[in-house]
């Protein structure tokens, strides 16, 4: 199976997998938890000193690596996302800023909690992270394709993407540029994208898929996996790397 395969397995069938992960008794337990107390929470102070929850919001945003920093988190909460120079921003990390414009207690208050984003997008975050989680265990692949599809719609420029790790990693998979490229220039970097992509391609469906066809193919071949048997048409890795040689730049 190649690693489109597999991803194209995962969101045809998400409904089905999100149900399972849901109901996983761990995750369960953890929701539930939430879901009972989130609202009595009526602070940035009290969100990051009720350990339970704030492991549960933090790993929803993929932020699991980050709950010792308590302090910074509280702080970016509190400040919120309305001035330019709010530390969410100056962190550079989208996950973050995600993060605080959903709880933003500068902007809602004490009624941040009662938000629809916060009792139940913050569960339908937790999910998909935990579902994108268990599939990179088998295959780190499709749980960088998910993360991108999950994540594309926000992309508006090239920043977005030299913002989020993830996010970098697809497209510089996709196209062959050496990771150590991140040390340029931030500019010199958005400038290379530029030319690479068009940005409005991502909010169209067969585009986007079209894209991570190529990610795939280029993940696959990077790390020796095989590809037969492929769900866009029985093209292995090698065959399709060749049929994207007659792509311009700018196209998936």
């Known amino acids: 199976m190649s690693t489109f395969s597999d991803y194209i397995q995962v969101t045809q069938n998400l409904a089905r997998y999100q149900k399972m992960t849901a109901s996983d008794p761990t995750i369960a337990q953890a929701t539930k938890y939430y879901q009972a107390n989130i609202g009595s929470i009526k602070s940035a102070d009290q969100l990051v000193n009720n350990t339970r929850l704030f492991n549960y919001v933090m790993s929803a945003y993929g932020l699991s690596d980050m709950t010792y920093a308590k302090a910074m988190i509280k702080k970016a909460l ?30 809602y208050g004490e009624s941040t909690t009662q938000q629809t984003a916060v009792t139940q997008g913050v569960v339908d975050k937790y999910v998909m992270q935990t579902l994108e989680n268990k599939q990179g265990e ?41 990771s150590y490229s991140s040390v340029q220039n931030i500019d010199t970097q958005a400038a290379t994208f530029d030319k690479l992509l068009t940005y409005s391609d991502f909010k169209d469906p067969k585009k986007l898929d079209n894209f991570l066809q190529r990610f795939t193919a280029q993940y696959d071949f990077a790390n020796g996996q095989s590809a037969t048997g492929s769900a866009s048409g029985g093209l292995t890795s090698a065959s399709f790397l060749l049929s994207l040689q007659g792509l311009k730049l700018g196209g998936f």
């Open 138 to 178: 088998s295959n780190p692949g499709v749980q960088l394709a998910l993360y991108f599809r999950d994540h594309a719609a926000g992309i508006s420029d090239a920043y977005s993407i030299l913002a989020d790790a993830n996010l970098l990693k697809v497209v510089q998979t996709a196209y062959g540029i050496s």
């Open 78 to 107: 509190e400040e919120g996302t309305s001035s330019s120079s709010a530390l969410a921003y100056k962190l550079n990390n989208s996950k973050i800023t995600a993060l605080v414009n959903t709880f933003n207690f500068s902007s």
